[in-house]
């Protein structure tokens, strides 16, 4: 195990009628932005429970960040928040509304004649960030609790992570409420994003952190477990939807990969994925995970057994047990209904195998806990996607 820092000076305020706090949380001094995406909060009534808690503050709005924020967008919030002379944020919707916000908040403490995209390749540090809030409508990537961001930039069809820790939210408001209009396959691709973002920081190497692990454990089989009520739908379960919310969060608020190496090979090959052909972010994790420790199968062998013992309650050889894992997995993926190829979305493996590889070769990087897949090796994992 590994000498660790932890920091998260996030306030979780979960529960019902919970938006109502925000005339409480948000600053009067200065004035205030609601980031939000397309709309859909104005359908379901959380648009109207923002602006009547906000009622006593000096507000503007930006609507439209995407699903997948995208640089061009989110630099006309930038443009936006310096004309208003903003001072907070309150960004509303799901990770992607709060990945884009996290990014703005970066940006706007960057000198204006700089380009704030140096924050994702590495050429700029972030050493500070407009303070900022959430209002959480989908659980799935545990950005209510962490500083990092996943950002796009349609010009040059990159898709890369901000990783900083000046970009954490002053608090974030979770009222499991806020899900019951959420679509099924937004449900469905939640609960896989969640549950694959525990199995980069689980399924590494032994790294002898017992708690994390059992932590991990406990996160997967609350899923499994709980999978069902929290996709249904008419009506929706307001427990159900309570713990997928509390997992999203614990799947990513940094306390796993405490002294521990992540992976993230999955997450990185799936961003290039999504940049290029589109699939959602949980559709390719759902693709690309099996593939990748199928991959490295001998190096991840005794994880993906302990994986398979404790979750899933499997018996045999340590090596039946681990493919075991790895079928039971997929399984789980597709009861959801969570394609399984890269078929399934009309992508040529060989194509995004070269692509992907190329990428990865320019960046210099290499992927996986200890950079143990290659650029050059893109093309056995893509291979095991068709």
């Known amino acids: 195990m590994l000498s660790f820092t932890t920091y998260s000076p996030t306030k979780i305020i979960q529960g019902k009628e919970t938006i109502s706090e925000l005339a409480n949380l948000v600053p009067k001094e200065g004035k205030v932005l609601i980031a939000y995406g397309g709309g859909s909060i104005k359908k379901n009534g959380v648009y109207d429970q923002v602006v009547a808690a906000l009622a006593g503050h000096d507000t503007v709005e930006f609507a439209g960040i995407e699903a997948n924020p995208i640089y061009e967008t989110l ?27 996290k990014f703005v908040a970066a940006a706007l403490r960057q000198p204006e004649d700089v380009d704030p995209w140096g924050l994702l390749t590495g050429s700029l540090t972030a050493e500070s960030a407009l303070p900022f809030g959430t209002v959480m409508t989908l659980p799935a990537t545990g950005s209510e609790c ?32 806020t899900t019951y209009t959420l679509p099924y396959n937004q449900l469905r691709n939640g609960i896989v994003d969640t549950y694959v973002h525990v199995l980069e920081q689980y ?44 997992a999203a969060t614990w799947a990513l608020n940094t306390y796993l990969e405490r002294g521990i190496i992540p992976d993230w090979a999955t997450h990185l090959i799936g961003h290039e994925l999504t940049a290029l052909y589109g699939p959602a972010h949980a559709e390719t994790l759902a693709v690309v995970w099996p593939a990748v420790v199928a991959y490295k199968f001998d190096a991840k062998r005794e994880k993906l057994a302990q994986y398979g013992e404790r979750v899933w309650k499997l018996q045999g050889t340590t ?20 394609p399984l190829n890269l078929s399934d979305y009309k992508i040529n ?17 290499c992927v996986g806990e200890n950079g143990h897949i290659k650029p050059d090796e893109i093309a056995g994992v893509l291979e095991l996607c068709r």
């Open 349 to 365: 493996a060989d194509e995004a195998a070269a692509e992907i590889s190329k990428r990865f070769s320019e960046r210099g990087m």
């Open 203 to 246: 399924v590494t190497c032994d790294q002898q952190a017992p708690l994390q692990d059992r932590q991990a454990e406990a996160i997967l089989s609350v899923l499994i477990d709980y999978v069902e009520p929290m996709l249904e739908t008419s009506p929706p379960s307001f427990d159900a939807r309570m713990i997928l919310m509390d």
């Open 319 to 338: 090596e039946e047990i681990a493919k075991g894992a790895i079928e039971k997995t997929k399984e789980f993926f597709a009861k959801v209904g969570m």
């Open 146 to 177: 962490n500083p990092n961001a996943v950002i796009s930039r349609n010009s040059t069809q990159e898709k890369l992570v901000l990783f900083t820790s000046v970009t954490h939210p002053v608090f974030s408001i979770l009222d499991p409420e």
């Open 75 to 101: 630099m006309q919030t930038v443009e936006l928040c310096r004309k208003e002379d903003v001072k907070f944020i309150v960004a509303v919707g799901g990770g992607s509304v709060v990945d884009g916000i």
